[in-house]
């Protein structure tokens, strides 16, 4: 299937009503709305026909933003949302280092961010595991993390292996269960307590 000069595969391909792309593969190398997306992987488009997703085939500026190869999620303003930083950035002071996941507002504002453990780290008391990215929001408050010994969060016990979303006041805003035992490597959130919403 090919629209707007851009080839796509056609197994996967989901298209609006109107039969524009709405998700599909791309089959080559294409740069779609400035930004170089990568072959073989999916984009996903707002209804608008402005992007909203897609995985970096190299370095490139969201707006300001430096971004790493790899996924990466916009506003339908084209406005960043989600992405991995390819340098260090500041937002409103803070300093986040290269390698790090942020998401954006749409007017730039910085939401949350990771952070890479090197070792188990208790974190606002809470003895965060090694092997999961952490999530803060700009305050520096913890907003993400996978437990590495039980703990009691607001007068309830949680288990080793517990993913905990919290609010910036610390309360618990729903949590899962991780399997620390596995002995695998573990996949990384791309988002921590906001996530793009899909229909």
Known sequence: ?????????????????????????????????????????????FPSGRLRLAWLSRQAFVGAVRCAPGIVYLHENGALLNATLAASSHFAGLA?????????????????HSRRLNANETIAGLPCA??????FYPSGRLSTAVLASPSVVGGREFPRGTELFLGEDGEVLHFYPVDLNSGQRYKQRV?????????
């Open 1 to 45: 299937m090919i629209q707007n000069a851009i080839e796509y595969l056609d197994e996967d391909a989901e298209v609006f009503p109107d039969g524009s792309v709405h998700d599909a593969t791309l089959a080559h190398d294409s740069d779609i709305q400035g930004l170089p997306c990568a072959a073989r992987h999916s984009v996903v488009f």
């Open 96 to 112: 986040v280092p290269a390698g790090a996941r942020v998401t954006l507002s749409e007017d730039g504002q910085l939401q949350e």
């Open 130 to 135: 090694a092997e999961f990215d952490a999530w």
């Open 191 to 199: 988002f921590g307590v906001y996530e793009a919403p899909f229909e």
